[in-house]
Protein backbone atom coordinates (compact mmCIF):
# COMPACT_ATOMS: atom_id res chain seq x y z
CA UNK A 1 0.00 0.00 0.00
CA UNK A 2 0.98 3.52 -0.89
CA UNK A 3 2.50 5.89 1.68
CA UNK A 4 0.07 8.53 0.98
CA UNK A 5 -2.95 6.34 1.27
CA UNK A 6 -1.95 4.99 4.69
CA UNK A 7 -1.59 8.91 5.54
CA UNK A 8 -5.23 9.13 3.90
CA UNK A 9 -6.61 6.58 5.79
CA UNK A 10 -4.92 7.94 9.33
CA UNK A 11 -7.31 11.13 8.62
CA UNK A 12 -10.27 9.62 7.80
CA UNK A 13 -10.35 7.00 10.80
CA UNK A 14 -8.80 10.02 13.17
CA UNK A 15 -11.78 12.55 12.04
CA UNK A 16 -14.00 9.70 12.78
CA UNK A 17 -13.01 9.71 15.65
CA UNK A 18 -13.51 12.85 16.62
CA UNK A 19 -17.03 12.93 15.30
CA UNK A 20 -17.56 10.35 17.80
CA UNK A 21 -15.92 12.02 20.83
CA UNK A 22 -18.21 15.21 20.14
CA UNK A 23 -21.16 12.79 19.95
CA UNK A 24 -21.95 13.77 16.64
CA UNK A 25 -21.75 10.24 15.63
CA UNK A 26 -24.03 8.21 18.01
CA UNK A 27 -22.46 5.23 19.97
CA UNK A 28 -22.76 1.82 17.93
CA UNK A 29 -22.45 -0.39 21.01
CA UNK A 30 -22.38 -0.39 24.80
CA UNK A 31 -19.43 -2.90 24.70
CA UNK A 32 -17.21 -1.64 21.95
CA UNK A 33 -15.55 1.98 22.15
CA UNK A 34 -15.77 2.84 18.38
CA UNK A 35 -14.37 6.38 19.55
CA UNK A 36 -11.00 5.03 20.80
CA UNK A 37 -10.54 2.10 18.25
CA UNK A 38 -11.14 4.58 15.60
CA UNK A 39 -8.70 7.63 16.99
CA UNK A 40 -5.99 4.86 17.44
CA UNK A 41 -5.94 3.20 14.55
CA UNK A 42 -6.13 6.84 12.73
CA UNK A 43 -2.92 7.62 14.97
CA UNK A 44 -1.03 4.85 13.84
CA UNK A 45 -1.92 5.86 10.20
CA UNK A 46 -1.04 9.12 10.68
CA UNK A 47 2.50 8.07 11.58
CA UNK A 48 3.21 7.49 7.80
CA UNK A 49 3.28 11.17 7.19
CA UNK A 50 6.97 10.98 8.86
CA UNK A 51 7.62 9.11 5.29
CA UNK A 52 6.00 11.79 2.87
CA UNK A 53 7.22 15.10 3.95
CA UNK A 54 10.54 16.20 3.13
CA UNK A 55 13.88 15.29 4.79
CA UNK A 56 14.94 18.76 6.71
CA UNK A 57 16.45 19.26 9.87
CA UNK A 58 13.02 20.83 10.82
CA UNK A 59 11.05 17.41 9.38
CA UNK A 60 13.38 15.20 11.52
CA UNK A 61 12.65 17.27 14.94
CA UNK A 62 8.81 17.39 13.76
CA UNK A 63 9.13 13.57 12.55
CA UNK A 64 10.20 12.72 16.48
CA UNK A 65 7.27 14.67 18.27
CA UNK A 66 4.94 12.65 15.70
CA UNK A 67 5.95 9.17 16.48
CA UNK A 68 6.07 10.42 20.30
CA UNK A 69 2.47 11.93 19.35
CA UNK A 70 1.31 8.68 18.20
CA UNK A 71 3.19 6.03 21.16
CA UNK A 72 0.99 8.46 23.54
CA UNK A 73 -2.15 8.40 21.48
CA UNK A 74 -1.67 4.36 22.21
CA UNK A 75 -1.24 4.95 25.81
CA UNK A 76 -3.73 7.52 26.42
CA UNK A 77 -6.38 5.13 24.23
CA UNK A 78 -5.40 2.18 26.50
CA UNK A 79 -5.83 4.09 29.46
CA UNK A 80 -9.85 4.83 27.95
CA UNK A 81 -10.25 1.75 27.23
CA UNK A 82 -9.49 0.66 31.04
CA UNK A 83 -11.71 3.64 31.76
CA UNK A 84 -14.95 2.03 29.62
CA UNK A 85 -14.38 -1.21 31.11
CA UNK A 86 -15.77 -0.25 34.56
CA UNK A 87 -19.02 0.08 32.74
CA UNK A 88 -21.16 2.28 35.10
CA UNK A 89 -18.90 2.03 38.12
CA UNK A 90 -17.87 5.48 38.48
CA UNK A 91 -16.78 5.11 41.73
CA UNK A 92 -13.72 2.97 40.38
CA UNK A 93 -13.83 5.42 37.40
CA UNK A 94 -13.02 8.20 39.86
CA UNK A 95 -10.50 5.69 41.50
CA UNK A 96 -8.61 5.28 38.46
CA UNK A 97 -8.73 8.91 37.41
CA UNK A 98 -7.18 9.85 40.89
CA UNK A 99 -4.52 7.36 40.39
CA UNK A 100 -3.42 8.37 36.98
CA UNK A 101 -3.75 12.94 37.88
CA UNK A 102 -1.70 11.52 40.87
CA UNK A 103 1.08 9.72 38.58
CA UNK A 104 3.23 12.06 36.93
CA UNK A 105 4.54 8.89 34.78
CA UNK A 106 1.66 8.44 33.63
CA UNK A 107 -0.33 12.03 33.76
CA UNK A 108 2.35 13.77 31.39
CA UNK A 109 3.37 11.54 28.61
CA UNK A 110 -0.24 9.58 27.98
CA UNK A 111 -3.06 13.01 28.99
CA UNK A 112 -1.39 16.08 29.43
CA UNK A 113 1.22 16.75 27.41
CA UNK A 114 1.99 13.73 25.09
CA UNK A 115 -1.05 13.03 22.49
CA UNK A 116 -0.64 17.12 21.87
CA UNK A 117 2.83 16.06 20.37
CA UNK A 118 1.05 14.21 17.46
CA UNK A 119 -0.98 17.48 16.75
CA UNK A 120 2.69 19.50 16.81
CA UNK A 121 4.66 17.60 14.68
CA UNK A 122 2.09 17.58 11.53
CA UNK A 123 1.97 21.00 12.83
CA UNK A 124 5.75 21.91 12.41
CA UNK A 125 5.47 19.67 9.15
CA UNK A 126 3.20 21.81 7.67
CA UNK A 127 5.52 24.72 8.21
CA UNK A 128 7.80 23.52 6.03
CA UNK A 129 5.16 24.24 3.49
CA UNK A 130 4.50 27.70 4.79
CA UNK A 131 6.32 29.58 2.13
CA UNK A 132 4.66 27.94 -1.15
CA UNK A 133 1.50 26.35 0.63
CA UNK A 134 0.65 29.03 2.90
CA UNK A 135 -3.14 28.24 3.30
CA UNK A 136 -2.84 24.62 3.80
CA UNK A 137 -0.14 25.31 6.30
CA UNK A 138 -2.15 27.11 8.07
CA UNK A 139 -4.94 25.24 8.16
CA UNK A 140 -3.00 22.67 9.76
CA UNK A 141 -1.14 24.84 12.52
CA UNK A 142 -4.53 26.47 13.53
CA UNK A 143 -6.80 23.42 13.29
CA UNK A 144 -4.18 21.64 15.35
CA UNK A 145 -3.99 24.51 18.18
CA UNK A 146 -7.90 24.87 17.81
CA UNK A 147 -9.01 20.93 19.03
CA UNK A 148 -6.58 21.49 21.63
CA UNK A 149 -7.98 24.56 22.90
CA UNK A 150 -11.53 23.55 22.54
CA UNK A 151 -11.04 19.65 23.86
CA UNK A 152 -9.32 21.30 27.09
CA UNK A 153 -10.73 24.92 27.38
CA UNK A 154 -13.65 25.33 25.88
CA UNK A 155 -14.94 21.73 26.13
CA UNK A 156 -16.90 22.01 23.23
CA UNK A 157 -17.51 18.64 20.81
CA UNK A 158 -18.70 20.70 17.90
CA UNK A 159 -15.70 23.26 18.15
CA UNK A 160 -13.34 20.58 18.57
CA UNK A 161 -15.38 18.21 15.32
CA UNK A 162 -14.59 21.69 13.43
CA UNK A 163 -11.24 21.90 14.27
CA UNK A 164 -10.38 18.46 13.12
CA UNK A 165 -11.96 18.83 9.62
CA UNK A 166 -9.68 21.84 9.42
CA UNK A 167 -6.35 20.33 10.52
CA UNK A 168 -6.98 16.88 8.60
CA UNK A 169 -8.25 19.13 5.49
CA UNK A 170 -5.31 21.00 5.33
CA UNK A 171 -3.17 17.96 5.76
CA UNK A 172 -5.45 16.46 3.12
CA UNK A 173 -4.48 19.05 0.39
CA UNK A 174 -0.75 19.17 1.34
CA UNK A 175 -0.45 15.29 1.20
CA UNK A 176 -2.15 15.19 -2.39
CA UNK A 177 -1.13 19.29 -3.38
CA UNK A 178 0.47 18.14 -6.55
CA UNK A 179 -2.28 16.45 -7.46
CA UNK A 180 -4.80 19.59 -6.35
CA UNK A 181 -2.81 22.18 -8.53
CA UNK A 182 -2.80 20.36 -11.83
CA UNK A 183 -6.71 19.52 -11.20
CA UNK A 184 -6.69 23.62 -10.64
CA UNK A 185 -4.64 24.15 -13.52
CA UNK A 186 -7.11 22.28 -16.34
Known amino acids: MKTKYRCLIGLVFFLISYLFFSKLLPSLSESIDFAHWFNLIGACFLLSFNDVFPKTKMNKVASVMTALGVIAHIGLCTIDFIMSSYGN ?12 SNSPLLFYPFIAVGPSLLFLGLAVHACTFIKTETLKS ?15 ALKNGVLMVLSCVVFVLGLGL ?13
Do not use: C, D, P, W
Open 89 to 100: NEIEKAELSQHI
Open 138 to 152: LMVIVGSVAVGFSFF
Open 174 to 186: LLYKNQTEKLLNK
